[in-house]
């Protein structure tokens, strides 16, 4: 059994998973209201929150899976990327926890577990696949011939397309964290209302988004704060079109372009439900197979950090003891 | 009583076990690892197996775990106590949070000492004792500032740590004694870390914190 501990961002999580991808327990606690009034995750804050949390996260998501040390084998660490200060509470704490007990300790690629979040649970996909990975810090497209790496297609220029979420729903006055907001109000708006630009950069499979929310500043500008704020959801809809537009045409140009047979999607964004509902329809369309995994299992969490752990090698006591986190590539 | 002690307050990692017949093995930097980028993740968990090797016990033996909870370098903090609470939860053993600056100050074996921890910006983490017995709290200050903050009590105070070498000409301007440059005294050493836990009593491992004596630096956007 794997004890997984994930603490690249601004949630505090630890999940128990099985050999064989049962989920036990996925205990995610986040600090998303503790950064609300900053506007976006201060690294320090960050940190001294996790330390905070992690004993408790981690007793709690042993208690959760009914069952204790004893039964775990393997001890699972988001290495990077993320905030540094951030990652380096979850090393610490996974490589003590692995010392005293001598276990194995399998050091994880944040964005590995991501792709291969939908290799857990009763009906996981088996490679090869494509996989559209959307969330505040990354976009990208990857393709899986084996569960133990990934080949990024294509990749975001410039902001992630979450961020270009949050961001957008900041120029829109809603509350921090964004995407969840915006998602809600999009729901009362007409999606057609405004025309917001599709960036599709280069012949290749890359983002950007940046554009994107310079195009709403500017049409927030020119309708005037009142008129803007009583057309707020017209706005969100079509601003959440023009992202999700993005990501569907270049997921559907992966799948034609490498002969996907099979889809899955991950990162926050993908708790977005117009996207949900649109890749649902156009891997219909293209007979492609589709796995979206459950909302806790998009965003931020422990048990796809055990899930990636199972294709990565693991290092035995007492290599993993000098073992960093890392910023940027894990 | 086998104790496991170290320190992360500074770029420089200390660590030591004390073993129940009074043995101490040590695993601590030399001076100049004070003035070197800190690798406490690289260098905290092999000098703790080090140290649990070469006094001979296992880690079913350990019976009390210290940290210095600093105050000093946050991520340093951060990594030297999640790794204490996590070994002592795991092991079921007492944990004492004992302060980096009490620790330095036991090293400096002068009366009154006048620890200083860099607390980078140009300031200054520091306190002052009499043996194991603070005077002064700890405090961040300029080191200009550092004789007003002491206060009295630190008159004649002898002042060792990173901060002090750092600051040196500062502090002598102001009239403050420094250890030589080289000296060992500057550094924290888990030794002291370790002794402390006689005065220090235990708490529930996971309520022990850093002491960082510093808000985070976050501005509130609206
Ligand atoms: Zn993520």
Known sequence: MILAVETSCDDTCAAVVTDDGEIRSNVIASQGLLHARYGGVVPEIASRRHLELIDAVIDDALERAGTGMDAIDRVAVTRGPGLIGALLVGVSVAKALAAVRRLPLVPVDHLHGHVVASTLGDKPIEPPFLCLVASGGHTFVASVEDAGSYEVLGQTLDDAAGEAFDKGARLLGLPYPGGPEMDRLAKQGDAAAFDFPRSLPGDGLDFSFSGLKTALLYRVRDLGEEEAGRRRA????????????????????????????????????????????????????????????????????????????????????PEYLSLDASARVA | MNILGFDTSTAATS??????????????????????????????????????????????????????????????????????????????????????????????????????????????????????????????????????????????????????????????????????????????????VCRLTHSVPAESPEAVLPNYLREPDAVPSQ
């Open chain 1, 234 to 317: 017209d706005l969100a809809a079509s601003y959440q079109r023009a992202i999700v537009d993005s990501l569907l045409t270049r997921a559907r140009q992966a799948i034609e372009r490498e002969g996907a047979r099979r889809f899955a999607i991950g990162g926050g964004v993908a708790a977005n439900s117009e996207l949900r509902e649109r890749i649902t329809a156009t891997c219909a369309e293209l007979c492609v197979e589709l796995w979206v995994p459950d909302r806790s299992l998009c965003t931020d969490n422990a048990a796809m950090i055990a899930a990636a752990s199972r294709f990565t090698p693991a290092l035995d006591y």
């Open chain 2, 15 to 192: 660590v030591c076990v004390l073993r129940s017949d009074g043995e101490a093995f040590a695993v601590d930097p030399e001076p100049a690892r004070l003035f070197e980028p800190p690798a406490h993740s690289r260098e905290l968990m092999p000098a703790v197996a080090a140290a649990i090797d070469r006094a001979a016990i296992g880690w079913g033996e350990l019976e009390a775990v210290a940290v210095g909870v600093g105050p000093g370098t946050f991520t340093g903090l951060r990594i030297g106590v999640a790794t204490a609470r996590a070994i002592a939860h795991a092991r079921g053993i007492p944990l004492h949070p004992v302060s980096s600056l009490a620790a330095l100050a036991a090293g400096i074996g002068e009366s009154p000492a006048l620890p200083l921890i860099d607390a980078k910006r140009g300031e200054l983490f520091g306190a002052v004792y009499s043996g194991d017995v603070e005077l002064t709290p700890a405090f961040v200050a300029h080191p200009d500032q550092i004789p007003a903050r002491a206060g009295e009590r630190a008159s004649g105070a002898l002042a060792a740590g990173d901060g002090a070498v750092r600051f040196r000409s500062v502090l002598e301007a102001a009239g403050i004694r420094t250890a030589p440059g080289d000296s060992e005294v500057h550094v924290v050493r888990a030794l002291n």
